[in-house]
């Protein structure tokens, strides 16, 4: 593993371990706030909410994002060392991850991000040989509009209806696998435009400094001093600003809390790279196989939401809503851990993940042998 860039995957590591304790919330509590919503609301349930939005939340979004933006840069040039036409693979792909997506949204998450990756990824596919310095530019501004975006969003976002809590409630406490599935078919179809909207324009942003990201040679490079300079500017005051924005939106009334820990999200995320940087060294053997797993990062993020989804469903363990906060992250973390050791053995006997396996035919379909 020394031969080869380690940021990458550490990078993927973390990100999966953010995002399952942002996107469990919903999963296991009403759609309609989250953990706010949560019946339980112990010390260590305000604690675990409060560390949860101020570290995680939009934050590991933007790492999945950037390391969509990576991903694509090496398929490039795996499809040059190869010889291959990358448009129709890249096609594919975007097929493929747009399959997975609406199978993911109806039956286990509503909020998969597979199928707004899929759009977005295809119109980064136009932008993938711009230079890096016009990738930096134009994510940057991205990522600003966002912001303006959130902050509107966060004063017009309706309250869901009572009728259509109750049902939530009905569905998801009592109702069969499929009645529980047209329900998460119908919530996934009314969040893709919110998504694409509130999430996908900063997404699209953290594309292009992925990408640039590989170009410039930084992702190769962890102690490229920009790294370090990202870690020493912007994590500390990125993580205690977006703590601040946290307690603003828990603890008091003020309607623009979620809005400032969109703003805040970005600085800390700046931050999260640069750590990753720092850490990114050659692993011992146990790091390495964690590592592996989350190489597999597909199979763990739709393994996560399979798993809990059945833990909390009323079809299967019937925890959902029944359990606070503090909980659930424990849960979410858990299952987590046992996907990679899962995921380890599988490795040892397979090139990739179960997932993995099938985006990668659907990928390839129609392109043996086509050469550029």
Request: glycine share 10%; with cysteine; hydrophobic share 55%.
């Amino acid at each position: 593993m020394a031969d080869r860039a380690l940021m990458p995957d550490y990078l993927r590591l973390l990100a999966l371990f953010g995002i399952v304790v942002v996107n469990v919330q919903f999963i296991a509590f009403p759609s309609d706030g989250g953990f706010f919503s949560a019946s339980s609301q112990m010390p260590a349930d305000q604690v675990a909410t409060w560390l949860v939005n101020g570290i995680a939340t939009l934050k590991t979004y933007g790492l999945f994002s950037f390391m969509f933006g990576v991903g694509l840069a090496f398929q490039i040039r795996s499809a040059e060392r190869r010889g291959l036409r990358f448009g129709k693979l890249y096609r594919n792909r975007m097929l493929g991850l747009t399959l997975l997506g609406i199978l993911h949204g109806v039956f286990f998450f509503f909020g998969d991000i597979l199928v707004i990756y899929a759009i977005l990824g295809t119109l980064l596919y136009f932008w993938r040989d711009w230079p890096v310095r016009r990738l930096v530019k134009v994510g940057a501004v991205l990522l600003v509009v966002q912001l303006l975006i959130a902050g509107a969003l966060s004063l017009v976002t309706p309250e869901m209806p009572d009728d259509l809590a109750a049902f939530e409630r009905a569905v998801m406490t009592g109702g069969s696998f499929w009645e529980v599935a047209q329900y998460r078919g119908i919530s996934f179809a009314i969040f893709l435009p919110f998504g694409l909207l509130y999430q996908g324009i900063s997404a699209l942003g953290w594309f292009c400094l992925g990408l640039a990201a590989v170009k410039s040679g930084m992702i190769d490079n962890a102690a490229h001093p920009l790294w370090a300079r990202a870690r020493r500017v912007c994590l500390i005051p990125g993580v205690v600003l977006s703590l601040a924005a946290s307690a603003v939106w828990q603890w008091t009334d003020s309607p623009f809390g979620d809005a400032l820990v969109a703003i805040a999200a970005p600085i800390a995320t700046l931050g999260y790279l640069g750590l990753i940087a720092a850490i990114a060294r050659p692993p011992g053997p146990w790091m390495a196989r964690l590592l592996k797993a989350g190489g597999a990062s597909l199979s763990v993020y739709l393994g996560q939401s399979i798993v809990l989804s059945f833990l909390f469903a009323g079809y299967g363990f019937g925890l959902w809503d029944a359990v606070g906060p503090a909980t659930v992250v424990l849960i979410a973390l858990t299952v987590t851990l046992l996907l990679m050791f899962v995921l380890t053995l599988w490795l040892s006997r397979f090139p990739m993940g179960p997932f993995e396996v099938i985006l990668r035919r659907i990928t390839r379909a129609g392109t043996r042998g086509a050469t550029t």
